[in-house]
């Protein structure tokens, strides 16, 4: 096993256990330089990579190492260093390779105007847009299809009816692919308009370190300036009094410029905690689209162009057996087939439904779902709908209240088959008549109420999450 080989295997586990903002922003360009067994050495573009992976990651990379060496690793650190040519992992079947991706877009945004001199003394402001996120390469699939829609829409004729765009669902489920495609359609039929990518917390960390040098004209020339501005895990804006301040007039003076604003979180934005009303009102001003999780055929053929972009073939049973086993998102899918691409190119053999069946048994993916528990189930309603755990608990008979205990009522009987009785002890010692008939109200509105069908889909993801 080499070096290259190790660290493609290592970067399959890690997949399966980030965001895919967060795997691409701090995995690219990373590599191992040194590897005997029991001391490894990564390579990192740059130096605040490094202590990010350092602070953040270091345990999990370590563990994914080890998973696939077998061998307890003593040591394991990070160097900056650059490597000119990546070595080329073995094709498991001859294919013509399709050509190289076009370079990134850069943001269209002075560096030097917010007091950094290069790109690398300020990773939070070098995002650029990935250029292979675009809509072709996008499955559209009946969960998706409204989200992938009104994406084209915007793309085509940004700063109109749709505006702002708000995408919401799961992790792993294709939003930041959307968002960034929004902009690289925009960019191929306009080279010259000013995009601009961020993640909240890059948002938050340049306006804190905009308020702290004293440069916050900068900061509104950054973001305030521009044709499109696309604004990933919004949801993270909780508790951020002057970063939601700061949104909220960068928001007003983009659409009044009638300029075009994508958003996206991983609920909507009612869901949001401790979102002031203000900000509210204006994400809920323009669409929202929810993003679901993938049915099986859009499982399959998610896994056929994953195939077709690793130049490796895959037969009809094989593909059926991992997308009926790994259900929840596209990034774990993803995550799967890099496995298994690793572990036949260590053993450069061609896959088949006997040797990829332990390997998507090792993930034990129906674990999870047998260890939800009735706490887990409450703790999760009330978080979606931003209540206590107390309240629902109580005797108050509010409508913010009472509805999300209905729905955890139909969740306990739905997905727990626990008895009405118990469903009401579990409700802070409620008669079972009570739960009964909550669970009747829950099924009849959902035959025709798509925002609750939607809403418990994302509740479900959550609880299965982990």
């Known amino acids: ?25 701090w995995f690219r360009n990373t590599f191992i330089i040194e590897y005997d067994k029991h001391q490894v050495t990564v390579g990192v573009p740059n130096t605040f990579t490094k202590a990010w992976l350092e602070k953040k990651y270091h345990k999990d990379i370590l563990n994914a190492i080890q998973n696939i060496t077998e061998h307890p690793i003593k040591g394991l650190g990070y160097r900056v ?20 991706p076009a370079p990134t877009h850069p943001i269209n945004a002075s560096y030097e105007s917010l007091g950094f001199t290069s790109r690398e003394e300020s990773p939070r402001s070098s995002t650029a847009i990935n250029s292979s996120y675009t809509f072709d390469s996008f499955v559209v699939g009946k969960q998706n299809e409204l989200a992938h829609a009104a994406a084209q829409a915007v793309a085509a004729h940004p700063g109109g009816t749709y505006n702002p765009v708000f995408v919401y669902g799961d992790v792993g489920l294709g939003k930041t692919h959307l968002l960034q495609a929004i902009g690289n359609s925009m960019l191929q039929r306009n080279p010259n308009a000013r995009v601009l990518y ?54 007003n003076t983009l659409h009044q410029d009638n300029k075009q604003i994508v958003i996206c979180s991983d609920r909507p934005p009612k869901a949001i905690a401790a979102l ?52 929840s998102n596209v990034r774990e899918l993803e995550g799967a087939l890099n496995k298994i691409v690793a572990v036949h190119q260590f053993k450069n053999i061609q896959p088949s439904l006997e040797t990829i069946i332990p390997i998507i048994d090792s993930f034990d993916v129906n674990t999870i779902k047998k260890t939800v528990s009735p706490k887990h189930i409450i703790q999760t309603v009330t978080e979606y709908f931003d209540i206590s755990i107390e309240d629902v608990l109580g005797k108050s008979r509010e409508k913010r209240l009472a509805f999300p205990r209905q729905i955890i009522m139909y969740l306990l009987r739905e997905e727990m088959s626990i008895s009405y009785p118990s469903i009401g002890t579990e409700l802070g010692g409620r008669d079972h008549t009570t739960a009964m008939h909550a669970y009747s109200k829950i099924a009849k509105i959902l035959k025709d109420d798509d925002q609750l069908n939607r809403d418990l889909d994302l509740i479900k993801q959550k609880m299965y999450a982990g």
């Open 1 to 25: 096993m080499n070096t290259h080989e190790l660290w493609q295997a290592a970067l399959g586990e890690l997949e399966l256990k980030l965001s895919k903002a967060h795997f691409t922003t």
């Open 81 to 100: 260093e650059t490597r000119a040519s990546t070595p080329v992992p073995v094709v498991l079947k001859e294919v013509e390779p399709e050509p190289a």
């Open 198 to 251: 961020a993640s909240c917390e890059q948002f938050t960390n340049d306006f804190i370190h905009a308020v702290r040098t004293g440069r916050a004209k900068a900061f509104k020339d950054r973001y305030r300036t521009v044709d499109l501005l696309l604004i990933d895990d919004i949801q993270f804006i909780t508790g951020k009094e002057g970063t939601q301040e700061e949104f909220f007039h960068t928001f």
């Open 276 to 327: 002031e009303k203000r900000l509210l009102s204006r994400l809920e001003w323009g669409m929202l689209v929810d993003v679901g999780a993938p049915d099986l055929e859009t499982r399959i053929a998610i896994l056929q162009l994953k195939c077709q972009n690793k130049t490796i073939s895959l037969g009809r049973d094989t593909l059926q057996y991992i997308a009926s086993n790994i259900q």
